[in-house]
Nanobody, 122 residues
C-alpha cells in the first residue's frame, strides 16, 4: 500500500557529512509525522529525529546540533542532513512515516523503510 525508500547512506570519514532522503509512495491521502530511527549492531532501534507536517522537529540528545531534519510535503519526502559525523553514528538508518491511506483512516498507520547503512570510519 505504502512504501518508504531511503537513499543517501554510505561510507564517510569522521567529521564528514551525509544527507539521507526518504520518499513515501503508494496510496497516500496524507503523510503525517515522518522521522528517522537507527539501529547499531547489538543495540535496539532508537529515535534520531522526527518532524511534523508543520516542520516541528524533535531530536535525540546525541545528534542535536549536528543533524537537521526537513521535509518536502509536496514530494512526501523527509531528509536528514548529518554533519560532524562520529563513529558512534554508524548504524542502519530507518525512515518512518505515519500515513493515512484513506480519508477516514484517522491517525494513520505506521510504515517503515528497509533501512540504509551509514558507516563512519575513523
Amino acid at each position: 500500500q505504502v512504501q518508504l525508500v531511503e537513499s543517501g547512506g554510505g561510507l564517510v570519514q569522521a567529521g564528514g557529512s551525509l544527507r539521507l532522503s526518504c520518499e513515501a509512495s503508494g496510496t497516500i491521502y496524507r503523510v503525517n509525522v515522518m522521522g528517522w530511527y537507527r539501529q547499531a549492531p547489538g543495540k535496539g532501534r532508537e529515535l534520531v529525529a522526527t518532524i511534523t507536517t508543520g516542520g516541528s522537529t524533535n531530536y535525540a540528545d546525541s545528534v542535536k546540533g549536528r543533524f537537521t531534519a526537513s521535509r518536502d510535503n509536496a514530494k512526501n519526502t523527509v531528509y536528514l542532513e548529518m554533519n560532524s559525523l562520529k563513529s558512534e553514528d554508524t548504524a542502519v538508518y530507518y525512515c518512518h512515516a505515519n500515513v493515512r491511506t484513506r480519508i477516514f483512516s484517522g491517525s494513520g498507520v505506521d510504515y517503515w523503510g528497509k533501512g540504509t547503512l551509514v558507516t563512519v570510519s575513523s
